[in-house]
């Protein structure tokens, strides 16, 4: 199983980080994308494709010496969608193994990524039940134990059993990463690259053609980093938690 992981964006939302990515932030001594190497590394995943964009040299200088095989992709029209992003990488995504896709600005206990690959969904999605509602989560809608929209405003005429918030983590097998990447092309085929990636994703399961699963957080701690409250959030709130559950 390979990963690949999305870090080309500028965090505009975040306010001033003095010309540095997000994935470059740091909580607890260690920078959320050292977090990630270091947690794919201890599930022995097989290498990352990491798309960079904004301030790429930085994050391309963090990675050296990691303890896992990492490609730097290059996005340059990275202040566009990240559907952008994602067919940036549509080599990794389609290289003939499982993929984990990720998001990189999220802190997270290391058994939710744990919990993503040992699932036995071959095609799944970490669905946390326990989240505040709002306009900003993209939202996983289940009928009937399946998935049956994924965004952030969901469609009022799709029924549901209940929702949960993504976390920005998915495992797929190779066919349906294949899968997901063609609905990517027909995104940049209609010229439609400012949109978000998750939009894509919800191609994918609007169309029904893949099995798609989900995992529970089941209450492990994680966070994406968006806004400055999240700052304080991830550090004051997020952290101890994870500091508890590895005990």
């Avoid at 992709?73 to 080599?91: A, H, I, K, M, Y």
């Avoid at 994703?201 to 029904?208: M, P, S, V």
């Avoid at 099995?211 to 550090?235: K, M, Q, S, V």
Wanted: glycine share 6%; with cysteine; hydrophobic share 40%.
């Amino acid at each position: 199983m390979r990963a690949v992981m999305l870090a080309a964006g500028v965090g505009n939302r975040l306010g001033d980080l003095g010309n540095r990515p997000k994935s470059l932030l740091t909580f607890g001594g260690r920078s959320l994308l050292q977090r990630h190497l270091d947690n794919l590394a201890a599930i022995e995943i097989a290498g990352l494709t990491l798309c960079t964009g904004y301030e790429a040299a930085q994050i391309e200088a963090h990675v050296q010496g990691a303890p896992l095989p990492v490609q730097c992709v290059l996005n340059p029209e990275f202040r566009r969608g990240s559907v952008r992003s994602l067919w940036t990488v549509r080599e990794a995504m389609t290289c003939g193994d499982d993929v984990l896709l990720m998001d990189a600005d999220v802190l997270y206990a290391p058994a939710l990524l744990t919990r993503l690959v040992t699932s036995t969904h071959a095609n799944c999605f970490l669905l946390d039940e326990d989240f505040t509602p709002g306009d900003e989560p993209v939202k996983i809608c289940v009928r009937e134990g399946e998935i049956v929209e994924f965004r952030k405003k969901p469609d009022p005429s799709i029924a549901f059993d209940f929702c949960g918030e993504s976390v920005g983590f998915f495992k797929f097998s190779s066919a349906c990463a294949q899968a997901l990447m063609q609905h990517c092309k027909h995104y940049i085929d209609a010229g439609r690259m400012d949109e978000p990636y998750e939009e894509v994703l919800r191609d994918l399961i609007l169309a029904r053609s893949h099995a798609l699963g989900f995992e529970l957080t089941r209450r492990l701690p994680w966070l994406e980093i968006d806004f400055p409250e999240d700052l304080i959030r991830a550090r004051d709130r997020i952290l101890p938690l994870m500091e508890a559950s590895n005990d």
